[in-house]
């Protein structure tokens, strides 16, 4: 349980780096 937790705040935090990635590619670009 503890790990299916640890994953899913992974996948939700990496999810999170590429919306910023894309914020800030859009907002140089």
């Given at each position: ?7 899913l ?10 919306i ?6 859009k907002?140089?670009?």
């Amino acid at each position: 349980m503890y790990m299916g937790t640890n994953n899913l705040y992974i996948f939700v935090f990496s999810k999170q780096l590429n919306i910023n990635y894309i914020i800030l590619t859009k907002t140089f670009l």
